[in-house]
C-alpha cells in the first residue's frame, strides 16, 4: 500500500532533521538528495547535510528523473527520504527549464508547472507502486511577503501548488515551526 509523510516549514525551521529522525534506527533508506553545489555557501550546507546522514543509508543526488532514479536503486529499501521539493522546483526552474521568467508568458510557466507537477507525481507513485514509505521535505513558502521578481513569485507559485498536491496524497503531514513538529494530518 505505501505511506506518504510530508514534512514543511520555513527554512531551518529543522524539517531535514525531523524527517531523519523519523528514520533512527532504520539502515534500508534510500535518501534522495536534491542540492547542487552552485556556490561555497551551498557546498557547505551539502557537506553537512553528508556528514550527519546515518551513513548507512544509500544517497543519489539529483533533481530531475528523480523517480527513475529512486525505481533502480529501490532494491532492499523500504523507506525513500526526498530532500528537498523546493530545491528541486528550484533547479528544474533556473537550471533545466532555460526560460527568461522576467519575460516568461503564462504558457512558459504553466509548462514549467506541468513538468514539475509529472516529475512529483511520478515520485509519490512509487509508495504505493513499490509499498515503500516516503517521506516528502519542502520549505513552506507562502508565508513571507509577495516576491518583487517574476522568478521569485512564479517559484513561490510553483512550489505552493506542489506542496498542496503533495499534502493532499500524504497520509501524515508535519509543519515545523522553531524545530517543533505540528502533526496537521
Not at 529522525?21 to 553545489?37: H, R
Not at 516528502?136 to 518583487?148: C, D, M, R, T
Request: charged residues 30%; aromatic residues 6%; glycine residues 8%.
Amino acid at each position: 500500500m505505501g505511506k506518504i509523510i510530508f514534512i514543511t516549514g520555513g527554512a531551518r525551521s529543522g524539517k531535514s532533521g525531523f524527517a531523519e529522525s523519523l528514520l533512527s534506527g532504520k539502515d534500508d533508506v534510500l535518501y534522495v538528495a536534491t542540492g547542487i553545489g552552485f556556490d561555497d555557501e551551498m557546498k557547505d550546507r551539502i557537506r553537512r547535510h553528508r556528514s550527519q546522514r546515518n551513513q548507512s543509508w544509500e544517497t543519489v543526488e539529483c533533481w530531475h528523473d528523480v523517480a527513475a532514479a529512486v525505481r533502480e536503486r529501490l532494491a532492499g529499501r523500504g523507506r525513500v527520504l526526498l530532500d528537498c521539493v523546493t530545491i528541486m522546483i528550484n533547479n528544474i526552474m533556473v537550471v533545466d527549464s532555460r526560460v527568461d521568467w522576467d519575460t516568461a508568458g503564462m504558457d512558459e510557466v504553466d509548462r514549467v508547472e506541468k513538468s514539475i507537477r509529472k516529475e512529483m507525481d511520478d515520485i509519490m507513485r512509487i509508495a504505493s507502486e513499490h509499498d515503500r514509505e516516503l517521506l516528502v521535505v519542502s520549505n513552506e513558502l507562502g508565508l513571507g511577503i509577495v516576491p518583487a521578481a517574476p522568478l521569485g513569485r512564479h517559484y513561490r507559485d510553483i512550489a505552493g501548488k506542489i506542496n498542496q498536491m503533495i499534502a493532499a496524497a500524504a497520509d501524515e503531514v508535519y509543519f515545523l515551526v522553531s524545530g517543533i513538529p505540528l502533526k496537521i494530518k
